[in-house]
T-cell receptor, first 112, second 112 residues
Framework: GESVGLHLPTLSVQEGDNSIINCAYS??????FIWYKQESGKGPQFIID?????DKRQGQRVTVLLNKTVKHLSLQIAATQPGDSAVYFC???????????FGPGTRLSVLP | EAQVTQNPRYLITVTGKKLTVTCSQN?????MSWYRQDPGLGLRQIYY???????DKGDVPEGYKVSRKEKRNFPLILESPSPNQTSLYFC???????????FGQGTRLTVV
């Protein structure tokens, strides 16, 4: 598969446990955020998004938390499964625009 | 099936030989973007388009051109490729903030 990053932070979790992936952003003007999942050899896949007027948003097995005070975003995955193994990226944009800046990514490994 | 299609998937070319990577989406999306992905640097936005005939520079536009003559197509043009443009390229489309963004499968470009 394609290498998406040689020195990515790595998170290893046991199958069935919950995962928390963190992302710090720098632009205080950013008001829209997206989490993406990228499996080896594939393009990024949209997971969940959140606007700056929200602190929390839930999807199926995933929750995104936004702390604007410290410019921090997190992705929580409940009951992590082997299929969740991938690189996860956060992306931010100001003014609800389309000029996205991506974080460096975190590689999630799910242990059997 | 909703999809973003890039061509070619793999390309090896020589320095200075003009090339075009095509991108097409079948979802009638307003917004399209091009990214490059490099180890250690993550995904960086090259150009984006918010509608037909409307394009804007992303974070790394130097050495690239784009056009948006039709809503469905957003080709990436390298007029005079150089080795530092060797990278994995992704095209993406979305209907806008709050809607899912779709990525293509990627184009692995090598410039020798």
């Amino acid at each position: 598969g394609e290498s998406v990053g040689l020195h990515l932070p790595t998170l290893s979790v046991q199958e069935g446990d919950n995962s928390i992936i963190n992302c710090a952003y720098s632009n205080s003007a950013s008001d829209y955020f997206i989490w993406y999942k990228q499996e080896s050899g594939k393009g990024p896949q949209f997971i969940i998004d959140i606007r700056s007027n929200m602190d929390k948003r839930q999807g199926q097995r995933v929750t995104v938390l936004l702390n604007k005070t410290v410019k921090h975003l997190s992705l929580q995955i409940a009951a992590t499964q082997p299929g969740d193994s991938a690189v996860y990226f956060c992306a931010e944009t100001p003014n609800y625009g389309q000029n996205f800046v991506f974080g460096p990514g975190t590689r999630l490994s799910v242990l059997p | 099936e909703a999809q973003v299609t890039q061509n070619p998937r793999y390309l090896i070319t020589v320095t200075g030989k003009k090339l075009t990577v095509t991108c097409s989406q079948n979802m009638n999306h307003e917004y399209m973007s091009w990214y490059r992905q490099d180890p250690g640097l993550g995904l960086r936005q090259i150009y984006y388009s918010m509608n037909v005939e409307v394009t804007d520079k992303g974070d790394v536009p130097e050495g690239y051109k784009v056009s948006r003559k039709e809503k469905r197509n957003f080709p990436l043009i390298l007029e005079s490729p150089s080795p530092n443009q060797t990278s994995l390229y992704f095209c993406a489309s979305t209907q806008g903030v709050g809607t899912e963004a779709f990525f293509g499968q990627g184009t692995r470009l090598t410039v020798v």
